[in-house]
């Protein structure tokens, strides 16, 4: 399995003449990182912001800008760049370009490429709030919408220009998102879903709590899988240094009855639901509003259980698929069928805490997933995204949830 979806894809980066090129940098360096070959086509424009000098060190490829560079004439540029990319992003797209594109202009490199491809493409606009909000852009980018090029929206907020408004570039996980989502299958398109995420924390007094040493890496690699399928992600957070992926709604909470709370709340409007978090079983059996102060003695903690959640939704469910998880260091199989049908569950997500390169800090993760039509399928050890992608495979398989 390779280590992304974007391993080796072939990517077109077009930059225009917006101030916002100068976050065609950090687009260039993200999409390598993440597996991609990049080529540059800046406009004369563009290149008035950034040099092409800068994207050829960064994509570590030659950069393309004019039509008719003598060099190049002998390889036909525009068809050649068109017929050997993946995809074309146009990040910053300028009003002039976006016009271009709507009307089937060929009068400059980048717009020719565009006209003479056919791969997915990407338009990302940016610009001043009026220049995107006059009704001759909008109508522009219904046109190109039309010919099946996606137009990622715009951000609203303070311009360079010291206007405010829609225009400004997205953020750059918003721009990756909408480029990977070009290559997974969308197949939890219209699916909500629900992920929960971390650990809890149950506090003994303002200072002290009982946690446990999930890092809330698994969690949030499946709302980033579930997004990038095309799923509504709803991440229920327990307390956790990671960032949540750009379009998902988060809710960050602390304890278990915080989350239990947010997620029975939730809970009916959503297709699947994917109960990955460390749940704490206990809290303080009592909360002291001021910091206990240790006299000498020993001091004896009173335990109280706290509700379970994921037992509790199996009760309640109707029509969603529900997938619970569980952390064993013996027996693996066998607990996780017992809880599988305990729960009322429709998958479990078993592993093995012992496991080398797994379980709770850890990037990669060894697991064994078991639904409850008896399949049991053993994962290789895997990065915690290719595990994530693996568990929706299975969601899949067992009917995706909802209508
Ligand atoms: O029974 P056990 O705690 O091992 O089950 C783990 C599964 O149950 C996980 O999916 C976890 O999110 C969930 N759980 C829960 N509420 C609890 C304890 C665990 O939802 N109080």
Avoid: W
Avoid at 6 to 27: E, P, Q
Avoid at 204 to 220: A, E, I
Avoid at 325 to 351: C, P, Q, T, Y
């Amino acid at each position: 399995m390779p280590e992304s979806s974007m391993t080796g894809k072939r990517i077109l980066l077009g930059v225009c003449g917006s101030i916002a090129a100068y976050k065609a940098c950090d687009i260039t360096r993200s999409l390598r990182k993440i597996g991609a070959e990049v080529t540059v086509v800046v406009t004369s424009g563009g290149a008035r912001f950034v040099s092409p000098l800068t994207f050829a060190a960064l994509s570590a490829a030659k950069v393309y800008g004019g039509m008719f560079d003598e060099q190049d004439a002998h390889t036909i540029p525009h068809i050649n760049l068109a017929r050997d990319h993946d995809l074309i992003l146009v990040a910053p797209a300028t009003a002039q370009t976006i016009g271009r594109f709507a009307s089937g202009m060929a009068d400059d490199l980048l717009s020719a490429v565009v006209l003479a491809a056919d791969c997915p493409i990407v338009v990302c606009p940016a610009m001043n709030s009026k220049m995107f909000s006059h009704p001759a852009t909008q109508a522009n980018l219904e046109k190109i919408a039309t010919f099946g090029y996606q137009v990622v929206q715009p951000d609203s907020g303070p311009m360079a220009c010291k206007e405010e408004g829609p225009g400004r570039l997205p953020e750059l996980a918003v721009i990756l998102n909408a480029v990977e989502q070009v290559f997974i299958p969308q197949d939890l398109a219209g699916k909500r879903i629900l992920i929960t995420a971390g650990p809890t924390e149950e506090p003994l007094d303002p200072v002290r709590f009982l946690s446990n040493r999930s890092s809330g890496k698994m969690g949030y690699a499946l709302a980033r899988a579930a997004l990038l399928r095309g799923g509504e992600v709803v991440l229920v957070s327990g307390p956790c240094s990671l960032e949540a992926p750009a379009n998902v709604e988060v809710i960050q909470v602390r304890t278990a009855q915080e989350m239990y709370d947010a997620v029975l709340c939730h809970f009916e409007a959503m297709d699947i639901i994917v109960k990955c978090a460390a749940v704490s079983d206990f809290r303080p059996a009592q909360y002291g509003l001021e910091k206990l102060k240790k006299d000498g003695a020993d001091l004896l903690l009173e335990l109280a259980v706290n509700p379970d959640i994921l037992a509790t939704l199996g009760e309640r469910k109707k029509e969603q698929i529900l997938v619970g998880f569980a952390a064993e260091s013996e027996n693996h199989l066998g607990e996780g069928k017992r809880k599988l049908a305990a729960k009322n569950l429709d998958m479990i997500v078993v592993n093995d805490i012992k496991g080398e390169a797994t379980g709770f800090q850890s990037d990669t993760n060894r697991v064994t997933i078991l639904t409850r039509k008896g399949a049991v399928k053993e994962l290789a050890l895997l990065s915690k995204d290719q595990t994530a992608m693996a568990i929706f495979d299975e969601v899949m398989v067992l009917g995706g949830g909802g209508a």
